[in-house]
C-alpha cells in the first residue's frame, strides 16, 4: 500500500517530473507557479540533475528546448504573463519536433492581473498561442493527484509525439493540498521516445524517433520550414511538412484524449468541464440528480488535440451541455462547434477571480428547463 | 457542544495575513489526514506578504471531495476585524463562530453561535502573538472536536521548527484552556 501524503498540486507536479525522469529545469518564477521551480531548485541538484533560474521566461523556454536536443528531458514551469513570452519558442519547439514541458499555472488576466487568483483564461492561448498551423498538445488537471499524473503523461506525450506539451493548472490546483496516494516507482508507465534503430541512415524529421546531438548523427535543426533531414523547403515540400506535423496530434486525437465521465451514461443533461471546474462541476452533478434531474458530467482532461468524438457521443444523447468556465468563454466555442446543433450549449462563466461553486452550474443548468412550456423546475436549492 | 461531527465538515480561518492561518489550515488538514479522512485545504490571499486579507480553508471527511472550497462554514475563525466584518455573516444559525476578542470589538455580531475569546492577548501571554494560530487551533478543536486532541498537537510539532515547539505546545495549551473555560461559564 502506497504511502498517503497530504501535498499541494504545485508539489505534485514537481515530483511527478522527477518520476518522468525530467533533468532539466530552466525557469523565472512567477505567482502561482513558483513552488514548482522551488521545490525542484533543491531536488534536482541531489539527483545530479540540471537546474537552472534564467534571466526570463524567453531564456526560460529556449533553454529547455536545447537541453531536449542534447538528449534531457525537459520542463519550464509559468503563469500568463511568462507563457506569453514563451509562444515564440512555443513554436520553435513544434516546427523542430522537440519534445519538451510547459506548465502553466493560469491566474487572473490579462497581464499582471491578480496573481494570486485563479482563472481559466490562457485555454485559447495554449492552443493557438503561437503563430501558424502547429502540432500542440494542451492537458489539464483537476485534483492534485491529477496534478502528478498528468504531469508524468505530459512528459510521455512529449516523448512519443515529439511535440511541446502544455500542462495547464491554474491558481486553486497550484496552492490547494490534498491527501494522496503516493505513487511508487512502476505505478504510472513513464515512455521515452523511440530511438532510431539504424543511426547512420536517421532522419531527424522524417517521424517520431528522436536521437539528440552527440549520438552518431549529423543534422540540421531550424525554425524554417525543413524537410527530413532539416535543410529548409518551400512550396509543396512546406505543405507536406506541416500536414505531417500537424497530424502527429491531430491522427491521434482518440489515443490522446484523456477524459473521466461521471453519471454519464443515463444522462439527459451534461456538463462539459476541464481542470479545477471540473470539481464544482461533479458536486452540480450531485445537486441535480438530487433534483431528479439525470444529470451527468463529462470532465476533459486532454483539450487538445480537441477530442470531437467525445463530444459528439454526448450530444448525439443529450438536449443540453453546460459548459462551466473561469473565463468568458473559450472552449465552449470548440465544445458548441463539435456539439453543432443537436444540443444546447450553455456556457457558465465566472471571472472574478474565484471558483465556480456548484450551485451555479446547476443554476445555469436548470434556467433553460424554467424558461420551456410545461417544464418548471425552478432554481436548485443551495445546500 | 454536539458530539456527531458533520462529515463533510467545512472549516473557515479568515484574518489578516502574516497570523498564519494558512499554516493552521495546512495543520488541521495535516491532523485530519493522520487520523485516516480525506482532506482539501485551499487559500485566498491578496499580492501582499504581509496585511491584506488572508483566508484558509479546510474541509474533512471520510468520502471524496468533490468542490473543494467551503460553501457554507460549519466551523468559522475570524482573527481581525476585517475578517469578522467580511465572513461574519456567511455563515449558518449552527455555525460555531470564533472571534478573536483582542482584534474584533462587540460592534461585530454573526448569526452563527459566537464565542468571543482573547486568542492574541493569550498567545502575548504565552510570549509572543506569532502562536495565535496555534492558540486558535486549539481553541477551535476544543470547542469543535475535530481531530483527537493528541493527533492536533503531533500535527503542530511536525509542522513548527524544533526551536519554537514547546513554546507551540504551551500555545495551544492555552487555546484548549482558553475554550474549556468558555464552554463552563456558558454551560
Known amino acids: ?383 | 457542544m454536539s458530539n456527531t461531527l458533520k462529515d463533510p465538515i467545512q472549516i473557515r480561518f479568515s484574518g489578516a495575513g502574516g497570523q498564519g492561518l494558512i499554516t493552521a489550515g495546512v495543520i488541521l488538514a495535516e491532523a485530519a489526514m493522520m487520523d485516516g479522512r480525506n482532506v482539501v485545504q485551499t487559500q485566498t490571499y491578496g499580492p501582499e506578504a504581509r496585511l491584506g486579507s488572508s483566508r484558509a480553508e479546510v474541509i474533512i471527511s471520510k468520502g471524496t471531495i468533490a468542490y473543494p472550497e467551503v460553501t457554507l462554514p460549519d466551523v468559522l475563525l475570524c482573527m481581525s476585524a476585517e475578517a469578522a466584518k467580511k465572513y461574519g455573516g456567511k455563515c449558518t444559525p449552527d455555525t460555531v463562530v470564533i472571534f478573536d476578542s483582542t482584534n474584533i470589538g462587540p460592534e461585530f455580531t454573526s448569526p452563527g453561535r459566537v464565542f468571543r475569546l482573547p486568542i492574541t492577548e493569550t498567545a502575548i501571554k504565552v510570549g509572543t502573538k506569532v502562536v495565535a494560530n496555534s492558540v486558535a487551533l486549539c481553541v477551535l478543536n476544543t470547542l469543535v472536536p475535530v481531530v483527537p486532541r493528541e493527533t492536533l498537537a503531533a500535527a503542530i510539532a511536525a509542522r513548527v521548527p524544533s526551536k519554537f515547539r514547546e513554546l507551540n505546545q504551551r500555545a495551544g495549551e492555552a487555546g484548549e484552556q482558553l475554550a474549556a473555560g468558555l464552554m463552563t461559564t456558558t454551560a
Not at chain 1, 209 to 232: C, N
Not at chain 1, 255 to 277: C, F, N, P, V
Open chain 1, 1 to 383: 500500500m502506497s504511502k498517503k501524503r497530504l501535498i499541494q498540486g504545485n508539489e505534485a507536479c514537481a515530483h511527478a517530473a522527477l518520476y518522468a525522469g525530467c533533468n532539466f529545469y530552466a525557469g523565472y518564477p512567477i505567482t502561482p507557479s513558483s513552488e514548482v521551480m522551488e521545490i525542484l531548485s533543491y531536488e534536482m541538484p541531489k539527483l545530479g540533475r540540471t537546474f537552472i533560474q534564467m534571466e526570463d521566461e524567453i531564456a526560460s523556454i529556449s533553454a529547455i528546448i536545447g537541453a531536449a536536443w542534447g538528449g534531457a528531458k525537459t520542463l519550464t514551469a509559468t503563469s500568463g504573463p511568462g507563457f506569453s513570452l514563451m509562444q515564440e519558442g512555443i513554436g520553435y519547439a513544434s516546427i523542430t519536433e522537440t519534445p519538451c514541458v510547459i506548465v502553466n499555472c493560469q491566474r487572473w488576466g490579462p497581464s499582471t492581473g491578480q496573481p494570486t487568483k485563479g482563472a481559466q483564461g490562457d485555454v485559447m492561448q495554449s492552443i493557438w498561442g503561437t503563430h501558424g498551423d502547429h502540432a500542440i498538445i494542451v492537458v489539464t488537471a483537476s485534483t492534485v493527484r491529477d496534478a502528478f499524473d498528468m504531469t508524468v503523461k505530459s512528459f510521455n506525450f512529449a516523448q512519443q509525439y515529439r511535440v511541446p506539451v502544455v500542462l495547464l493548472m491554474d491558481e486553486v490546483l497550484a496552492h490547494m493540498r490534498e491527501n494522496i496516494d503516493w505513487p511508487e516507482p512502476g505505478d504510472i508507465d513513464v515512455i521515452d521516445a523511440k530511438r532510431p534503430a539504424d543511426v547512420k541512415t536517421y532522419k531527424p524529421f522524417a517521424n517520431d524517433e528522436f536521437l539528440p546531438f552527440g549520438q552518431g548523427a549529423r543534422y540540421h535543426i531550424t525554425g524554417l520550414a525543413h524537410g527530413a533531414e532539416g535543410f529548409a523547403v518551400s512550396d509543396e515540400a512546406a505543405a507536406r511538412e506541416l500536414t505531417r506535423m500537424v497530424g502527429k496530434v491531430q491522427n491521434h486525437v482518440r489515443d490522446l484524449a484523456l477524459h473521466d465521465r461521471y453519471m454519464l451514461d443515463d444522462a439527459e443533461l451534461a456538463i462539459i468541464s476541464y481542470g479545477i471546474t471540473s470539481r464544482p462541476a461533479q458536486s452540480a452533478v450531485d445537486l441535480l440528480r438530487a433534483q431528479g434531474i439525470r444529470a451527468g458530467l463529462l470532465s476533459l482532461k486532454t483539450l487538445w488535440p480537441f477530442p470531437d468524438f467525445l463530444i459528439d457521443e454526448v450530444a448525439e444523447r443529450v438536449d443540453t451541455i453546460v459548459v462551466p468556465e473561469l473565463n468568458m468563454g473559450q472552449l465552449v466555442r470548440e465544445i458548441g462547434r463539435a456539439a453543432n446543433g443537436r444540443s444546447q450549449v450553455i456556457p457558465v462563466s465566472r471571472i472574478d477571480g474565484h471558483l465556480l461553486t456548484p450551485a451555479q452550474i446547476a443554476d445555469a443548468a436548470v434556467a433553460p428547463f424554467a424558461t420551456s412550456a410545461g417544464k418548471t423546475l425552478g432554481k436548485v436549492v443551495r445546500s
